[in-house]
């Protein structure tokens, strides 16, 4: 089994501030859609979970950013 997933985005301008940096929302999203892939690819994503009439929740996330992308750039999360 797979320990850990990897996802690569570009930043869209619709997740960028005026100053084309990254919103602090955005990166939560891509940060969600990458769980949400490597669910998928473990076999517990969200269609596999309905199936089964299960569901997994988020309900804390700490994170410390350093950085925040701007528009145009590759992310990858993993």
Not at 10 to 15: G, V
Not at 59 to 65: D, G, V
Request: charged share 25%.
């Amino acid at each position: 089994m797979k320990q850990y997933g990897e996802s690569t985005f570009t930043i869209r301008a619709y997740e960028v501030k005026p100053n084309r940096k990254a919103r602090l929302a955005s990166l939560c999203d891509l940060l969600q859609e990458a769980a949400g892939n490597h669910a998928n690819e473990l076999g517990f994503g969200f269609g596999d979970m309905l199936r089964r009439k299960l569901f997994w929740v988020l309900t804390r996330l700490s994170a410390r950013i350093e950085r925040y992308p701007e528009y145009g750039e590759m992310v990858t999360v993993t």
